[in-house]
Structures are given as C-alpha cells and as structure tokens.
C-alpha cells in the first residue's frame, strides 16, 4: 500500500466531480470504522480544513457510547446524540445527514459500499440506481473511487487505529457483503467491478413512463399522444417525439392547472376532498353521477390529496372544461 498514492486518487477524483474547494473546509461523518477513518486522515493530508463529526444513534447501548468515545479522542471530533431505538437504516441515514446541514459534510463510501447499494436497488426495484458523489443536501463522497479494502490498508500503512461495528452483519447491506457477493464472485471473479459498471449508466426515466412512451412510438397511426405525470404531454408526428407542457386531456375532460405539481387520475375507494372530511363518493351521490361512470371520472390531485374534481368541485388554480355532446 501506497498511502501517498491513494491520497492522490482521492484528490483527483474529488477534483473531477468538483467535491470539495481547493482547501476548503469539510465535515467528516465519522463512525470509527476504516473507511470514515481513512476519509478524515486523507483530506486532512491532502491539505482540506477537516473537521470530524459523529452521530451516536444508541442503537447499541453500551458499544455506540464507545464508538463516539473513540471518535472524540481519534478524531476530536464534536458528538451528537440523535435517534430512537428501533429506527429503520433509512431513517438513521437520514437524521445523521440532517446534522450540521449548514456545512459541507463528507462520508467515507467507497466502491464497495457502491457496489453493494446497486445490487440492493437492482433487486428491490429492478434498476441499477447507485450512490452519487454529491447528494442534493451537500453530502459529499470522496472515497467512492476506493474499494474497501483499500482504505483498511491505508489504516494499517500509516498505522491509524479504527473500530469495526459486529452488527454490520445483521443489515440488508451486512447479507449481501458477507452471503450474496462472495456467491456472486465464485460465478464471475470480477462481478464487483462489473457491478460497479453500471453506477456509470445514465439515469433512466420511471417505468411508466418509458412503458407510455414506447407504446407510443410503437403505435402505427402518423400521429399519436400521450399524457405524462406532471402536465406534461408526449407527442409524435410520424418519425419526430416532442415533449409539451400544457393541458391533460381525460377522456371528454380538458384539465389546466397552475400548479406545475397537480395531477390527474382516476377515482379511488376511500378518496376524500383536502382538507375536507367528505369522501368522493358521496360528492357523486348528491351529483347523482351514476356508479358506472365514477371510476373514469378525473380528478386533479396533489399526491394522494384531491384537490379538485372537474364539474364538480372547483379549486382556485384549476380548470376544466368538457367537450359537448360527451
């Protein structure tokens, strides 16, 4: 292990991503592990303004209180307390990203961590989503471009202590490390870096609507339309697809709308006006909208609220009209 080296890799990929400024400052999430270990010693090489922060979650009694021991004196890092027995992964993540959010924090993910949160959302949801070196919140990823392996070796080369967590094991991510990915590797030697591969494709659309416009530009008729989520309306002229923002059309129903946010769907048992405590289904009632018509009747709804119902209830923002004779 070359420690100057690796340190470069970082450097460079933090350059190419535009991570962190040249010297700036950062906060590292640090649990005590190789990884967040390997993050703050490197930056700090490196010449960044490093400053280590560590979110005990008391998930562990007794070993969490020693983890944040250790990351105040390894690291001086500042230690809050945050979380509840029994939260979800999903949760912890993002109560520790909830920190410090006023400040540019790093965590110690590398390839490995890449890896195996492909292969989770691969198989949870059929696409190969990974994680990205710059969340939306100012969460940064230094280490992505280093295998796990690696940053335990720079640790013991420039002889840096660091923890590792038993209960890792016990977590959807612990079940692919240490069951399915070595499985994976007795098929293919390199099924990690061809797994890796796939954090490089380009994002791709919701199901549903690559599925809407497939089966529009499939469709044999010289032109064709389709209407997405979120007013925007999909339209091919023979061999040319254009993408417009406009009214959604439901059956008879032109539906336009100021809020960019609102959407149109069918009705639903239980659905209830916002903000109101009638259902639906008796605004059909004393509309005397027969049963057999109610199902294809659009509503405009913003998430799971319905905002409007066209010819029926008006909301500021929204309007509707109807073709005659339908």
Known sequence: MDPAALRERVETFVRQHDLIPSGGEVVCLVSGGPD????????????????????NHRQRGRASDEDARFCREAFGAEVVEAGEPGMTEAALRELRYSVAADRLRATGHTASDQVETILYR?????????????????VVRPLLALWRHETEAYCRAEQLRFRVD??????????????????????HPAADENLLALAAEPLRLPRGVEETLRALLASQSG???????????????????????????WGPWTIEADDPSLDVRGWREGDRL????????????????????????????????????PGLVDAPGVRARREEGS
Do not use: M
Not at 36 to 55: E, P
Not at 172 to 178: D, M, P, Y
């Open 36 to 55: 967040s270990t390997c993050l703050w010693h490197a930056l700090h090489a490196l010449g960044y303004r490093v400053f280590a922060l560590h979110v």
């Open 122 to 138: 691969l198989l949870a949801s059929g696409r190969p989503g990974g994680i990205r070196p710059r969340r939306d919140d100012g």
């Open 166 to 187: 038993p209960t890792n094991r016990d977590t959807k991510r612990g079940l692919i490390r240490s069951e399915i990915l070595p499985l994976l590797r007795r098929l």
């Open 223 to 249: 032109s064709a339309a389709a209407d997405l989520p979120g007013g925007v309306r999909a339209v091919r002229e023979y061999d040319r697809l254009s993408l417009e923002r406009g009214p959604v059309r």
């Open 274 to 309: 916002a903000g109101r405590r009638k259902k639906l289904q008796d605004v059909f009632v004393d509309a005397k909208i027969p049963r057999s018509e109610r199902h294809s009747w659009p509503l405009v709804v913003r998430g799971d609220e319905v905002v409007a119902v």
